[in-house]
Nanobody, 125 residues
Framework: QAQLVESGGGLVQAGGSLRLSCAAS????????MGWFRQGPGKEREFVAA????????SYADSVKGRFTISRDNTKSTVNLQMNSLKPEDTAVYYC??????????????????WGQGTQVTVSS
């Protein structure tokens, strides 16, 4: 499995923007999908966005559509999450994920092979 390291979290006011990045290392040849999940205070981990490495397909949670954009840099094995128009309810620990299966990334998160340690995003009102 790959090793994932997130960066870019922090504190921002409502309406502001943040950009998260996740760099993969190790067994990156096995990756065909990367994504972001988040876990807010007292909540379960939830899907945010995912991207298919080979085809560039993307998927977003309804709560972030139109505000968040996921992108990839194949040469650097990096995935980014541009978050605009942030809301207090976006406050959470954001986790990067990687897997060989895009279908598993968006449908069976419990089976995803690689996870990062998480980065805190706090949106103040």
């Amino acid at each position: 499995q790959a090793q994932l390291v997130e960066s870019g979290g922090g504190l921002v006011q409502a309406g502001g923007s943040l950009r998260l990045s996740c760099a993969a290392s190790g067994r990156t040849f096995s990756i065909d999908a990367m994504g972001w999940f988040r876990q807010g205070p007292g909540k379960e981990r939830e899907f945010v966005a995912a991207i298919n490495w080979s085809g560039g397909y993307t998927s977003y949670a309804d709560s972030v559509k139109g505000r968040f954009t996921i992108s990839r840099d194949n040469t650097k094995s990096t995935v980014n999450l541009q978050m605009n128009s942030l809301k207090p309810e976006d406050t959470a620990v954001y986790y990067c994920a990687a897997d060989r299966s895009y279908t598993r990334m968006i449908g069976i998160p419990s089976d995803i092979s690689s996870w990062g340690q998480g980065t805190q995003v706090t949106v103040s009102s």
